[in-house]
């Protein structure tokens, strides 16, 4: 079974900045897509960032120039420093790893998620 633990969240004021970490273990199980989600109150869920084993990145188009995805694969960890925050950045951050355990097929996980609150 995979376990994804998240932290970092926190209540910042607008411009200030944060960095979210999301550890990833699971016997026998090789990390493959690693992304970030986030849901604000009332709205879906949405995509944030992604980052494949090779390190190639993605980004929704309001996050683009203010976060940073990375990940430490010798950690099976994966980061977002996120900059530059303004309000309607407030959500719950979640987690998301497409992991593979030897011979199986691909699958999702999600970690608990962890708030995020920009508010002077």
């Known amino acids: 079974q995979v376990q994804l633990v998240e932290s970092g969240g926190g209540l910042v004021q607008p411009g200030g900045s944060l960095r979210l970490s999301c550890a990833a273990s699971?016997?026998?199980?090789?990390?493959?897509?690693m992304g970030w989600y986030r849901q604000a109150p009332g709205k879906q869920r949405e995509l944030v960032a992604t980052?494949?084993?090779?390190?190639?990145?993605t980004y929704t188009g309001s996050v683009k120039d203010r976060f940073a995805i990375s990940r430490d694969s010798a950690k099976n960890t994966v980061y977002l420093q996120v900059n530059s925050l303004k309000p309607e950045d407030t959500a719950v951050y979640y987690c998301?790893?497409?992991?593979?355990?030897?011979?199986?097929?691909?699958?999702?996980?999600w970690g608990q998620g962890t708030q995020v609150t920009v508010s002077s």
């Open positions: 998301n790893v497409r992991a593979q355990k030897t011979l199986g097929p691909l699958r999702d996980y």
């Open positions: 980052i494949t084993r090779d390190h190639r990145t």
């Open positions: 699971g016997v026998g199980f090789r990390f493959d897509l």
